[in-house]
């Protein structure tokens, strides 16, 4: 018999501990032998659930306890997870866990003490929900140079847009029912505002580059500013707006990382990702672009996948995986300003024959967007690629011309 502790009875934790109870005799044949859960770690009751008798409110029960062997942990947010994981792991416990932000921020030092105790750190759940990836990327891409990662890799904002685009509901609503799915995080500003696909690029990029990327190094914008008049244009344009993680390797030592919303067009693969799915698409030198599509949020999708952690971190109890990056300062990052894009932009003016005139002269050759019922105020169209500070510099221009800027959306190269 195998102990484990799971700290959090969250949605995913409880998600953990449901999976656990549910599947035993399966993961029985998996590993040969009980995964027995001896502690829950939460600061509230549980006094209806199968395990009541195994809360605890001290993490020092889990930590001092020799028999366990691997630690989940499904708190989120920073502190106290990055304190008892640490913990746990210079204890020589495994840990696996869902908490993105985590490994986002600590990942480098974690990695580092697994290594030093011979324990395992792992975290499947941490990207794309139920969607194989870490390992994927770590294992069976492993002959690969990958060139780029681009993906959908929110589910709350993608359930969000879907609604605005099949169903023109407002996006106080679709964020409401998102909430009501256990899809958003606790704040639901990381999942709007993008940080938390911003966290996960950062994942996937330290991963497939061997250096960890800090997410404050990544320029990340959300999906509170997006329109309906945005969806429509980009309809008209041939193609939908979806909240895009993106990292592309310029060079051995730059790389252009990003998350943004981003037209993109129908016949890409990543169009057609809805609702709460999340899509991945790695780009390897030797297999071409691989897609990974699957629930990127919800309990079970998620717990599924710290599950399967469990199995891998008991199956290596003496023989660590071997699963790292280095740490870095970041310098590897492009300056966003620098980055090549080509920019939908709706401008708004009073005479807008005079704007188009106006952004000709400015921007050069753009493509011009019509949409049936539009205001006669409104001019949408789309630049050339260029550098993110040369579209700044031109916006600008048009502005002191009197032709203010409602919306700006990237054009997915996908
Ligand atoms: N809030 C996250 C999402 C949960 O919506 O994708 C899974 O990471």
């Not at 829950?40 to 020799?66: C, G, V």
């Not at 969806?231 to 993680?245: F, N, Q, R, T």
């Not at 079970?300 to 071997?322: E, G, M």
Request: some cysteine; glycine content about 8%; hydrophobic content about 45%.
């Amino acid at each position: 018999m195998i102990s484990v502790a799971i700290m959090g009875h969250g949605v995913v934790g409880s998600g953990v501990a449901e999976i656990l109870n549910t599947h035993k005799q399966k993961l029985f044949a998996a590993v040969g032998e009980e995964i027995y859960i001896k502690y829950i770690l939460d600061l509230r009751e549980f006094p209806e659930s199968p395990f009541a008798q195994r809360f605890t409110k001290n993490f020092d029960d889990i930590l001092s306890d020799r028999e366990v062997r691997v630690v989940v942990e499904t708190m989120g947010g920073l502190h106290p997870s990055y304190e008892y994981v640490k913990a746990c792991l210079e204890e020589g416990k495994s840990v696996c866990t869902s908490n993105k932000e985590l490994v986002a921020a600590y990942g480098a030092e974690l990695l580092a003490i697994a290594s030093q105790t011979n324990a395992n750190f792992l975290f499947e759940a941490s990207v794309g929900g139920g969607i194989p990836i870490i390992r994927p990327i770590n294992q069976c891409l492993v002959a690969n140079n990958v060139s780029e990662i681009a993906g959908i890799l929110n589910g709350t904002t993608n359930f969000i847009l879907t609604k605005m685009i099949r169903e023109s509901m407002g996006f106080d609503d679709a964020l409401k029912l998102a909430q009501e799915l256990g899809y958003a995080e606790r704040n639901p500003a990381a999942d709007i505002e993008g940080h938390d696909a911003c966290r996960k690029i950062c994942i996937l990029a330290s991963l497939a580059f061997g250096r960890h990327i800090y997410p404050d190094a990544v320029s990340t914008e959300g999906i509170t500013g997006i329109t309906l008049s945005d969806v429509e244009y980009a309809s008209v344009w041939g193609g939908v707006i979806k909240l895009i993680g993106s990292v592309k390797k310029l060079d051995k030592d730059t790389i252009d990382i990003i998350v943004a919303p981003m037209f993109v067009p129908g016949e890409s693969q990543l169009s057609n990702i809805d609702d709460v799915f999340n899509g991945i698409m790695v780009r390897g030198d030797c297999t071409g672009d691989v897609v990974f599509y699957g629930k990127g949020a919800g309990k079970l999708p998620t717990a599924s996948a710290v599950v399967a952690d469990i199995i891998d971190s008991i199956k290596h109890l003496r023989s660590r995986k071997y699963l790292s990056w280095a740490d870095s300062d970041n310098s590897s990052v492009l300056p966003a300003e620098k980055s090549v894009t080509a920019m939908y932009i709706r401008a708004l003016s009073d005479d807008r024959a005079a704007a188009y005139d106006k952004t000709k002269a400015i921007f050069g050759d753009v493509h011009l967007l019509e949409k049936a019922g539009a205001p006669m105020t409104e001019l949408a169209f789309i630049t050339e690629p260029m550098p993110l500070y040369e579209i700044e510099q031109k916006a600008a221009l048009l502005k002191s011309a009197g032709v203010s800027i409602a919306s700006r959306i990237r054009i997915g190269d996908l």
